[in-house]
Every structure is written in structure tokens, then in C-alpha cells.
């Protein structure tokens, strides 16, 4: 039984001696001298220990507020310094889904310690466990996925450390209660799967089961909930021999994508028991994000070839639907148009599970739009509005956040942390001093870290979810501790979405395998996968990147020259003190600038600078641009720039597939796509499309004097010479073209196509999109072709696509 509300004297003073014994063991970092390293910029091994014990210092401030003031019960609220737990109200979800009376903080958390090389404390925390959490025969009524991924999770990574000599946090005479802790708590789940589909339910009583929860919790779940316990719960049926919870959790997951539209995209929510979708949305973000986070980890951790394959046909689908510029939008999941018009914190975690597929260049475009939204708000607001939709208005900065709150949540640095690690870039180590420094000067409190209730205004809330210190600090310290255990395994080791290590043993399995020839293990491929290895294979630039450390660091914030008319094409140097920008003023001039080879790093600041307005209270503080900060900007970028126009072209949308247009979202359709379409990179950086059928293409209209996306001027004599080079005869001409001795006269606002990108991959500047010629024209009248091979959609010349006669 649990005594979560012991009151006894002699059991506080232990909570204060557990307390006071492990701030002792922490070093004090906060001096005037480290201040001034934290600020250098250097990156150092010692100014990179400086961080990584400073981040430590913190996790204990809160740990030991936790122990000191919460524990037994599940947390500790930061402000107030009081123990916080379920309230006893079934219908109060935000509270009692995660919170059930078993110290979730505690639980999750164990493994905190490993990465944070103290095996007192991890030793300590586990026998708290044996003390106090004897089973789970709780009358609580919890979220099945928010316990499973901190409870459970914690206590079956906590027992492979305990358990594992090897990795060196073996506990002497360790009898396995851990994973007999984990067991029970699985079994307790169990019936929240027993639906007519095998969806489970959303919610279920530790004690009772769904009896007695009122239907209202139980009807509908999110695609997140009801996919992600396949994880926790197949490497409990691994390490256990009891297959049920693989088997019901990776039917669950089955089901979900068994049920997924024509186009391999998932809505966000359905009724376990119906089986029958309840919303038609669908994104990366809240309420379905862990589904894909799973399936790829999933597949790294069990290499299975089947959760693979589910990885990359939504990969594919995702971003040939979803991909808009630097982020993934929400659409409709049948037809793929653009829904909504807001981008949620916890997407923030996808540049991370794209570094772990090996798609790094999408990764760090994607990660650069939350590093825009840290920049302005100093935190990732739970939902922002970004408005670039033509048909919807924005009505000034009180609307650009449409969900205002942040509680400290670590999908931001949690990417962060992957991208430095493929990359080796500095400006992630910087990304991370920076959210370092708010959480000592702005989220700091008495008894912990305090939610952001509000990041218009800086208003605190007092709360503190265990996340904040089992993952947004344990990721912020492995940012800095290159030299830690776990950046240096090259297994199949992965971080469950609730930053636990998860593994499986060759060794173990093996015996395990033995030992149950007999039961449905039997025949399990069991394959080690070397994944680090398969990273470094297919994607070379990151050991490129990895071996060419200094050079890189060098060429991170490299400058590009561009032409203006009104320059006679003479580019100027300036400092970056004289440069017409604000990141937040809304100006029509930005700086070009190169990262990583990607030279759109401040055109965010310039496309969303209405909705990327920084609240008052920061600026007065002086919150500036964590990638333009002095120190760092000197350190290790060039001092050169160039200022940069707003361009003010217009872009289309086609989707080659049904025969109708679709005005509100911008996509011209013809015919039935076929999803199942092969792109081809050629090695040049062209492109080889053997079926339009399926293909999405985002299209920018070129017109004279217009700045187009590549901060370009088009001039009339640029579009002239390009018609004229088509030959266009007279028997085809266009009736705003006519031709004087030779010349191509243009009507007005004559306009050249180029294609910007196919299924939601970037066409390089001086790339050719190649078709083929067969079946060509059954698409419609929407293309024509010129004499010289080129494509005309809508009439319009497309400067970059070209049919292959003899594909």
C-alpha cells in the first residue's frame, strides 16, 4: 500500500536529510567569474563543463525542492513550495491524467541521475521506489499514455541500468523489483485496450479498470494516446516473456494505420470503440506526434521492418502535404489542403526524429522556425498564429498567439540537442545557453521552475510538471557534456518521447529466447541495428561535418552578395550595427545570410514579421536574437552583410490528380493522384518525375520588377529573352505576346513560372525538374508544351521544367 499522506515528524526530517545530502555533492557555480564565461561564447571544454554544471546546479535546485517539499506526493508546485497530487475530481483531466498518487516525479526521473553520473543518488532514488511504491493498486484514474511513458517508461529504463554491469549503474543485490513494478503497472492497463477495434480507451482506474468513468472520458482519444504505449509496452513483453503487451499495443498501432486515409495521413482523434475518425486535421504536432516519433524509434529499437516501412510512407505523405517553407501546416487528411494556420510547441520535436532518419538539411530548416519563435517570446507558445494565407486576415500581434501558455516543455532544446550532435554547429551550444539563462534568471524560483502561463506578459503559473526536469534539463545537460556515456553508444540505445534511454540487449534477448522457445517469441528477428552506423553510411555530409569541425564553425553565419538596380549592381559592405533590421520591427530589410548552406535563415523574421512580435516586458529586459547576440555573432560569423529585400512575389500550388481548383487553398487538381509516385534526385541535383500523378508542386510566379524568394529583381529583359528563347511561333503565340522584327513585345504583367518545390522538397536554384512524356497531356489542358521542351502551365512558361522525349 502507498502512504502518500504520512504526516509523522521523523519521516519529514528523512525528506530534509535526502534533501540537504544531495545539494551537498553539488558544486556552486554561480560566481561573477563564471558569469563572464557564460557569456564568452568561447565553447571551450572548460567553458562547455561551466554549462553542463551549471544546467546540473539547476536540476537539483528543483530535485531537491521536490524531495524536500513534494515527495511522497507526485509533485511539487515551485511557487507556493506545496505538495501537489490528483484532486479527487475525475472530470478535472488536465490534473489527474498525469498525476495518481505513485510520485510520478520520482519515477520519472530515475534515470536522470545516470545521465547525470551520480550513482548515489540514482541508488537512493531507487530504493525510495521499494520503500514507498509497492504496487499499483491505486483508485486513480489516469491517462493510459501519459503514465505510460513516465511511469512506466522510468521504472523499465531505471531496471536495464540497475540490472546492466556494462553500462556501469548496476545495483548490488538488484532482485528485479523495478520490473516487477512495471509488470503490475501493465497489467493495470491492459483493459483499456479491450475495445472492438483494440484502440484503447483514453483513461482507465489503476483499481477498477473503466468502470466507473463516466462515457464522456472515454469516447474519444488522440492518435498520440492510443499508438505511443507500443513502445513502453513491447520492451516490457521483451524483458518480461509475457507477449500480451506487445501484442495489444502493436495492434493498436496497426489499427491506427490500417485506418489512415487515401493519402497515408492520420486526423488527430476517433472513438477507440467505434473505430470512426472524430476530426479530419492532421499534422506533426499535438494529439498525434508521438505515433510517428514511435514508429521510427520503434523501428530503431526492435529493428522492425514494418514500423519502418510505416515511418517512411508517413514521412512521405507528410511532407508531400504538410511541408510549407520551414514548417509542416495542418491540412485536411483526405484531401491534403491547408487547414489551420498555427504551429504548436510540441511539434518542436521533429527536427529531432528527422537527425535520427538521416534527413538532416530538413531538420535544420525546421528547427530554425522554433529558434524564430524563441527569439520573440522567449519560449515556445502552445500554439502560434503565422497567418500567411491570403484569404485570412490578421488582425495585429494580440493575435498571434492563439494558445498562450508554455510550460517549460523540451521539444525545442531537445532537437537542439540532436542537430548539434550531427552537426557540430556552435549555434545550437549557443541555443542552449540561452535557455540556460532563462530558466536561471526568468523560470527560476523558490521550489523549482514555474510554468510561463502566459508569454505575452511573462505571467508565471505555479506549476511544474516532471518533464521539465526529466527531459527539457537532462537534454539541456547532454547538450553540453559531449564527454557523457550516452553520446559516445553506438547500440541501439534511443531516448523514449519522455527522454528515457531505452535498449535491448543482444545478449539478454538471446537468453531470453532460450528460455521461451515455446511461446510466441520464437522466430523474432532480433538483429542488432548499428543505427549510427547506418546514419554515417547514407548520409555522409554528417561525418563530413563531424571531421571538418573548424571549418564549419567558420563558414556557420557566411554572407551572401546580391545585386540592386539602384546600386548599379555594386553590392555594399556594411557592420552589423548599420544594417536597416530588427528581428521584430517588421522591416522591409533583413540580412542574407548562409547556414549551413542554407541562405534563408532571416527571411522568417521578414515573412512573419507582423506575427513575430516580442511582448513588451522583453524588450525591456534587452531579449535579442540568440543567433545575432555580439559575443557570439563576433566569435563565429563573418563581419560582413548584405541587406536583403522582402520579396513580393505570388505563389500557387499544384497538385496533378482531380479534375477541379480549389481556390481557398491554392491547389490547381486534375484527375486521381497516386500517391505511390517515385522521385529521383539525379546526382547533379536534377530531378526525374516519371508520373505527375500525385506529385504536389509549389510554383512562384516570376513578373518584372517584382523581387522574387531568391532576392532577385526580375527584369522585363530577363522575361523577354526567356520567351524569345522558347521560339514560340507565330500560329502559337499568346495573346498578350506579339513579336516587332525579331523582338518579343510583352503585354502586361507577362509572368515566368519556376518550380520551387516537388512533394515538399526545396528545388535548387539551378535544378531542372524533368518529366516524362508519356501520358503527359491526360492530365489535362492545365499543360501545353513549347517547341523547345519546356512546359507551360496555364499558359505560363515554366523556366525550370523540361519534358524528356526519350525517357
Not at 564568452?40 to 572548460?46: A, C, D, I, Q, R
Not at 510466441?520 to 554515417?536: A, C, P, V
Request: aromatic share 14%; charged share 25%; glycine share 6%.
Amino acid at each position: 500500500m502507498f502512504f502518500f499522506f504520512s504526516c509523522f515528524l521523523g519521516f519529514w526530517c528523512f525528506k530534509l536529510s535526502v534533501s540537504l545530502h544531495v545539494g551537498s555533492n553539488v558544486p556552486n557555480t554561480f560566481d561573477d567569474a563564471n558569469d563572464t564565461l557564460l557569456q564568452s561564447s568561447s565553447f571551450t571544454k572548460e567553458h562547455l563543463d561551466f554549462l553542463k554544471n551549471e544546467t546540473k546546479d539547476l536540476f537539483y535546485h528543483a530535485w531537491n525542492s521536490y524531495m524536500t517539499h513534494g515527495f511522497p506526493h507526485d509533485e511539487v508546485l515551485p511557487i507556493s513550495c506545496q505538495p501537489y497530487g490528483p484532486n479527487g475530481n475525475i472530470n478535472d483531466i488536465n490534473r489527474n491524467d498525469v498525476l495518481g498518487n505513485f510520485s510520478i516525479t520520482l519515477l520519472d526521473n530515475l534515470d536522470t541521475f545516470v545521465i547525470l553520473d551520480d550513482f548515489e543518488n540514482f541508488n537512493r532514488s531507487i530504493h525510495l521506489v521499494k520503500q514507498y511504491i509497492k504496487n499499483f493498486d491505486l483508485d486513480s484514474t489516469i491517462q493510459v499514455f501519459e503514465v505510460s511513458i513516465r511511469a512506466l517508461g522510468g521504472l523499465l529504463s531505471a531496471h536495464l541500468y540497475a540490472s546492466n554491469r556494462k553500462r556501469g549503474f548496476q545495483i548490488d543485490n538488484y532482485d528485479g523489483f523495478l520490473l516487477n513494478l512495471a509488470y503490475d503497472l501493465g497489467k493495470r492497463l491492459l483493459p483499456a485496450f479491450n475495445t472492438n477495434t483494440g484502440i484503447p480507451y483514453p483513461r482507465i482506474n489503476l483499481r477498477s479498470g473503466i468502470k466507473n468513468i463516466p462515457k464522456k472520458l472515454l469516447i474519444e482519444t488522440c492518435t498520440a494516446g492510443a499508438g505511443s504505449p507500443i513502445l513502453e509496452m513491447t520492451l516490457l513483453s521483451k524483458l518480461t516473456g509475457d507477449p500480451i503487451f506487445e501484442q495489444v499495443s502493436k495492434l493498436a498501432f496497426l489499427s491506427l494505420w490500417e485506418s489512415r486515409t487515401d493519402i497515408n495521413l492520420l486526423p488527430m482523434s476517433l472513438d477507440p470503440m467505434k473505430g470512426v475518425w472524430l476530426d479530419s486535421i492532421s499534422g506533426i504536432g499535438a494529439s498525434i506526434d508521438s505515433f510517428y516519433e514511435y514508429a521510427l524509434k520503434g523501428a530503431i529499437l526492435f529493428n522492425d521492418d514494418e514500423l519502418m516501412s510505416i515511418w517512411d510512407q508517413s514521412y512521405n505523405a507528410l511532407t508531400i502535404h504538410l511541408k510549407r517553407d520551414w514548417f509542416f501546416s495542418n491540412v485536411d487528411s483526405n484531401t491534403g489542403f491547408y487547414l489551420t494556420s498555427w504551429i504548436d510547441s510540441l511539434s518542436g520535436f521533429f527536427p529531432g526524429l528527422q537527425v535520427l532518419d538521416g534527413k538532416l538539411n530538413d531538420a535544420i530548416r525546421l528547427h530554425t522556425m522554433y529558434l524564430k519563435l524563441w527569439n520573440t517570446f522567449g519560449g515556445i507558445p502552445e500554439r502560434w498564429n503565422y497567418f500567411n494565407d491570403e484569404n485570412e486576415q490578421f488582425n495585429g500581434p494580440d493575435y498571434q498567439i492563439a494558445l498562450e501558455w508554455y510550460p517549460l516543455r523540451p521539444e525545442f532544446i531537445e532537437s537542439s540537442y540532436y542537430l548539434y550532435r550531427s552537426t557540430r554547429d556552435p549555434i545550437y551550444l549557443q541555443i542552449g545557453t540561452r535557455v540556460l539563462k532563462d530558466f536561471k534568471e526568468r523560470f527560476k524560483v523558490r521550489c523549482g521552475f514555474a510554468t510561463i502561463k502566459d508569454v505575452r506578459n511573462g505571467l508565471k503559473e505555479d506549476r511544474m510538471e516532471s518533464f521539465v526536469m526529466s527531459e527539457t534539463l537532462k537534454y539541456l545537460y547532454l547538450l553540453f557534456d559531449d564527454e557523457n556515456d550516452i553520446n559516445k553508444d553506438n547500440s541501439n540505445i534511443i531516448f523514449s518521447t519522455e527522454a528515457h534511454p531505452l535498449w535491448l540487449d543482444n545478449k539478454f534477448i538471446n537468453s531470453l529466447k532460450e528460455s521461451l522457445k515455446n511461446s510466441s517469441f520464437d522466430g523474432i528477428n532480433y538483429r542488432k541495428l548499428q543505427f549510427f552506423e547506418t546514419i554515417s553510411d547514407k548520409y555522409q555530409n554528417v561525418k563530413q561535418l563531424q571531421n571538418d569541425y573548424k571549418k564549419n564553425l567558420t563558414k556557420m553565419i557566411g554572407f551572401i552578395s546580391t545585386s540592386d538596380d539602384n546600386d548599379n549592381n555594386k553590392t555594399v559592405n556594411k557592420r552589423l550595427e548599420e544594417c536597416e533590421i530588427s528581428p521584430f520591427s517588421g522591416s522591409d530589410n533583413g540580412i542574407y545570410s548562409n547556414m549551413l548552406g542554407w541562405n534563408d535563415l532571416f527571411d522568417i523574421d521578414l515573412r512573419f514579421g507582423e506575427q513575430l512580435k516580442q511582448p513588451n516586458y522583453l524588450k525591456r529586459i534587452g531579449y535579442g536574437s540568440i543567433e545575432l547576440e555580439k559575443n557570439f555573432y563576433d566569435r563565429w560569423s563573418s563581419n560582413d552583410y548584405y541587406c536583403k529585400r522582402d520579396y513580393n512575389t505570388d505563389f500557387v500550388e499544384y497538385l496533378f490528380g482531380k479534375k477541379e481548383s480549389i481556390k481557398n487553398s491554392q491547389v490547381s487538381i486534375i484527375d486521381e493522384p497516386e500517391i505511390e509516385n517515385i522521385i529521383s534526385i539525379l546526382r547533379d541535383g536534377d530531378f526525374w518525375i516519371p508520373k505527375l500523378d500525385g506529385v504536389r508542386m509549389k510554383v512562384e510566379k516570376l513578373s518584372a520588377g517584382r523581387v522574387d524568394s531568391e532576392n532577385r529583381i526580375i527584369k522585363t529583359q530577363m522575361i523577354n529573352d526567356f520567351y524569345q528563347s522558347l521560339e514560340i511561333s507565330t500560329e502559337e503565340e499568346e495573346p498578350r505576346t506579339r513579336y516587332d522584327n525579331g523582338i518579343c513585345l510583352l503585354d502586361e504583367d507577362p509572368k515566368i513560372l519556376k518550380i520551387r518545390t516537388v512533394n515538399g522538397i526545396k528545388v535548387p536554384h539551378d535544378s531542372v525538374v524533368w518529366i516524362d512524356s508519356s501520358n503527359l497531356f491526360e492530365l489535362g489542358l492545365l499543360l501545353s508544351l513549347t517547341k523547345k521542351g519546356y512546359l507551360k502551365i496555364n499558359s505560363n512558361p515554366v523556366v525550370n521544367m523540361m519534358v524528356w522525349e526519350n525517357a
